[in-house]
């Protein structure tokens, strides 16, 4: 019923921007709850933006507020993330995730159902 694909992630220097996006092939985002995590580099994965489909409510962590945006289109049923001014710690993998039937965007990761394969972002100095 669901399966996500993450695209966008690239090799880029520090300051550029960068737009990921989620997209859902098998079920509409609509009633649910889509998020972003990154894990870096021998770390564990870190919530860092998330939205809720029917509210429109909007989660970001603190380190990317101001410099991250994340939306949504309801035709493509694809959920964007815009990275504008990118810094070398914001280098991870990404991931797109998604909590079905949720009232709420939450920054639990133990909330999300089905997660996607990830996509690579590397910034450089």
């Known amino acids: 019923q669901v399966q996500l694909i993450e695209s966008g992630g690239g090799l880029v220097q520090a300051g550029d921007s960068l737009t990921l996006s989620c997209s859902n092939s098998?079920?509409?985002?609509?009633?649910?709850?889509v998020a972003w995590f990154r894990q870096p580099p021998g770390k564990e994965h870190l919530f860092v933006s998330g939205?809720?489909?029917?509210?429109?409510?909007?989660l970001y962590t603190d380190s990317v507020k101001g410099r991250f945006t994340i939306s949504n289109d309801n035709v493509r049923n694809t959920v964007y993330l815009q990275m504008n001014s990118l810094k070398p710690e914001d280098t991870a993998v990404y991931y797109c995730?998604?909590?079905?039937?949720?009232?709420?965007?939450?920054?639990?990761?133990?909330?999300?159902?089905?997660w996607g394969l990830g996509t690579a972002v590397t910034v450089s100095s």
């Open positions: 098998g079920r509409t985002f609509s009633g649910d709850a």
């Open positions: 995730a998604v909590s079905l039937r949720s009232p709420d965007v939450t920054r639990d990761s133990i909330a999300y159902d089905y």
């Open positions: 939205i809720h489909r029917s509210s429109g409510s909007t």
